[in-house]
C-alpha cells in the first residue's frame, strides 16, 4: 500500500512539473517551439522559436514566379550562403551578402544600393533559413521591397536555370 501512494505522489509531481514547465515555455520569450514547420512545401522548413518567426508573405514560393522577377531585370537578387558558394555558382547578377558577415558588409552594401531598390533574397532552398533572416536585417536596415526566393539555388538549378 504504502508503494502505490508514493507512486501516486510521484506521479502527481512529475504531472504538475511538466505542466508547469509548458507553461513557463509559453509564456517566455525565448520559448522553444513545441511545433515547427516540416513539410517543404509549405515553405521553408523550420523548428523557429515563437519569437523568431518566418515571414511567409514574403515568400516567392514558386521558381518560375522567381525567374520571371529575374527576367523583368529591376529587382537584386542577394545570394545570403557563404562566400564560397557565392563563387562555386549564384543566379546570374546576384551579389553576395553572407549573412554570417552581414555586420561587416552592410554599410557598402547600402552605399552601393538604394533602399528602394527592390531585392530578393535566397539560400540554400527549402531547408535554410538565411535567405529569411537576411531579408529581415535588410527590412530593419531600411529596405523597402524585400522578398525571400524559397527555393533558392536548387529550384533554380532543378529547372535548368542558367548559372554564374
Not at 51 to 77: C, M, P, R
Not at 98 to 106: A, M, V
Request: one cysteine or more; glycine letters at 8%.
Amino acid at each position: 500500500m504504502d508503494n502505490k501512494k508514493l507512486i501516486k505522489k510521484i506521479t502527481l509531481m512529475l504531472a504538475v512539473s511538466v505542466g508547469l514547465a509548458l507553461i513557463v515555455n509559453y509564456f517566455s520569450p525565448v520559448g522553444i517551439a513545441l511545433i515547427g514547420q516540416w513539410d517543404k512545401s509549405q515553405g521553408v522548413i523550420t523548428a523557429k522559436a515563437k519569437n523568431d518567426v518566418i515571414v511567409g508573405k514574403l515568400e516567392i514560393e514558386d521558381v518560375k514566379t522567381a525567374k520571371q522577377i529575374y527576367d523583368i531585370g529591376k529587382s537584386l537578387f542577394v545570394d545570403a550562403r557563404s562566400r564560397e558558394n557565392y563563387e562555386d555558382g549564384h543566379i546570374p547578377g546576384a551579389v553576395s551578402l553572407p549573412l554570417g558577415q552581414f555586420d561587416e558588409l552592410i554599410n557598402a552594401f547600402i552605399d552601393k544600393h538604394s533602399l528602394d531598390q527592390p531585392i530578393v533574397t535566397y539560400c540554400s532552398g527549402r531547408t535554410c533559413e538565411d535567405s529569411h533572416n537576411l531579408a529581415q536585417l535588410l527590412l530593419d536596415f531600411g529596405f523597402n521591397d524585400v522578398k525571400v526566393f524559397i527555393d533558392g539555388l536548387p529550384g533554380w538549378e532543378a529547372e535548368d536555370y542558367p548559372i554564374e
